[in-house]
T-cell receptor
Framework: KQEVTQIPAALSVPEGENLVLNCSFTDSAIYNLQWFRQDPGKGLTSLLLIQSSQREQTSGRLNASLDKSSGRSTLYIAASQPGDSATYLC????????????FGSGTRLQVQP | NAGVTQTPKFRVLKTGQSMTLLCAQDMNHEYMYWYRQDPGMGLRLIHYSVGEGTTAKGEVPDGYNVSRLKKQNFLLGLESAAPSQTSVYFCASAGLAGGGELFFGEGSRLTVL
C-alpha cells in the first residue's frame, strides 16, 4: 500500500527566505505526482504536476522535483511571501486504471512579514 | 469557469439521518472521486468512478454509497449518518488527457451530532 509522508508537518519562516518542502513515498511505481496548496477552509489548488518521466516542473517561484528511484519529491519556494502561507499537500498517482491520488498529511507553512 | 462544484457546502445532521452530497463538473471528465479530509490527516479516497454508470470502492468506503448516472454528476450518499462521518468532503475530477491531473471542488463540511 502506498504511503506518502511530508516533512516537516509545520514550518515558519521570515519573508524572503527560500524554502524546501519534502515529500516521500514508499512505492516508486507511480505515474505522476501532484503538489497542491490549501488555504484554511478552502479547497485544493493544483500547483504543479510532474509525470513519472519528468524530473522537475517549474511555475513562477515554485519548482518541484521528482526522484522516483528514491521515492522523493521536493517543492522549492523562492523568495517566500506572506501570501504563500497555506498548507501544501503532496499526492502521488499509482494506478493508471483509476487515476486516484494518495495524499500526504501536508506541511503547514507560515511566512512571517 | 465553474470547474467542480459541490453542494451543499455545509450541513449538520443528527445521528441516523441520511443525506446526499452532489458533485458536478463541467469539464467533460471521465474520472470522478470523493475524498474525506480529517484534521491532521491527508485526504482519503472514499469512492471513485472511471466513467458514467461505473463506481468503485476506495480506501474508506464503509457507510457511504455513490452513483454516477450522468457523466457530469457524482453523488455521495450517507444512509445512516454517524459521528465518525463528521469531516470535510472533497470531490475531484480528471480527464483522459492532462496526465492525470485532478481538479478539486471547494469542499462540503459535514457535522454529525
Amino acid at each position: 500500500k502506498q504511503e506518502v509522508t511530508q516533512i516537516p508537518a509545520a514550518l515558519s519562516v521570515p519573508e524572503g527566505e527560500n524554502l524546501v518542502l519534502n515529500c516521500s513515498f514508499t512505492d516508486s511505481a507511480i505515474y505522476n505526482l501532484q503538489w497542491f496548496r490549501q488555504d484554511p477552509g478552502k479547497g485544493l489548488t493544483s500547483l504543479l504536476l510532474i509525470q513519472s518521466s519528468q524530473r522537475e516542473q517549474t511555475s513562477g517561484r515554485l519548482n518541484a522535483s521528482l526522484d522516483k528511484s528514491s521515492g522523493r519529491s521536493t517543492l522549492y519556494i523562492a523568495a517566500s511571501q506572506p501570501g504563500d502561507s497555506a498548507t501544501y499537500l503532496c499526492a502521488v498517482g499509482g494506478d493508471t486504471g483509476r487515476r486516484a491520488l494518495t495524499f500526504g498529511s501536508g506541511t503547514r507553512l507560515q511566512v512571517q512579514p | 469557469n465553474a470547474g467542480v462544484t459541490q453542494t451543499p457546502k455545509f450541513r449538520v445532521l443528527k445521528t441516523g439521518q441520511s443525506m446526499t452530497l452532489l458533485c458536478a463538473q463541467d469539464m467533460n471528465h471521465e474520472y470522478m472521486y470523493w475524498y474525506r479530509q480529517d484534521p491532521g490527516m491527508g485526504l482519503r479516497l472514499i469512492h471513485y468512478s472511471v466513467g458514467e454508470g461505473t463506481t468503485a470502492k476506495g480506501e474508506v468506503p464503509d457507510g457511504y454509497n455513490v452513483s454516477r448516472l450522468k457523466k457530469q454528476n457524482f453523488l455521495l450518499g450517507l444512509e445512516s449518518a454517524a459521528p465518525s462521518q463528521t469531516s470535510v468532503y472533497f470531490c475531484a475530477s480528471a480527464g483522459l488527457a492532462g496526465g492525470g491531473e485532478l481538479f478539486f471542488g471547494e469542499g462540503s463540511r459535514l457535522t454529525v451530532l
